[in-house]
């Protein structure tokens, strides 16, 4: 059986190089789908809590939320900078504290101090799905992404690779020690 969560990611981006509107700086409410497959853990009775496969999602994912999403060959991009730079929030801000610890992947590296994420590939819907599979593919069983922004959307589907040690209490999944890190159940 599958666990379905969403989230929704508000970002500026645009399409360097691309002959249309989109090649104009622009924002986004991106929605993001993400289905996680097991099986059910008889002990809740479900697969996996949505909350928490929200919160690991929204942990990495966090970064792209009110931030400027620019492919690393934009000229926008040290422009940006060097304004962010001048006016002093380059390297952080008072205000700015909903920041997810800075990844850096093939496809994407995070700069959560100035709310910027720098892509190797121009950010699509489809880009952004290949982005957070990569992300989040070792840490959810995941078996569906889908992301809509706009009239866009787009979907790719996974081979579940493993099934989770799952606590039988509350859900989540076990740590290497075969315990619970959120109440302590330890297998027997
Ligand atoms: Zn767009
Ligand atoms: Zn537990």
Known sequence: MKSITKLDLQYAHRFYGFKGEAQYLHGHTGILTIEVEDSVNPGVNMVFPC??????????????????????????????????????????????TMKGPAFKTEL?????????????????VEGMIKIVYDLLKDKLNIVKLTFTSGVNAASEEYVPKRSMDRCPLCGIAMDENGVCPKCGYRKA
Request: hydrophobic share 40%; proline share 6%; with cysteine.
């Open 108 to 124: 994407a590296t995070a700069y959560p101090e100035c709310r910027l994420v720098v892509t190797k590939e121009t950010m699509t």
């Open 51 to 96: 909350n928490e496969i929200q919160k690991t999602a929204w942990d990495v994912l966090k970064n792209f939320d009110h931030a400027l999403i620019l492919r690393e060959d934009d000229p926008l991009l040290p422009a940006v900078l060097d304004v962010y730079e001048k006016q002093g929030i380059r390297n952080g801000a008072p205000s700015n």
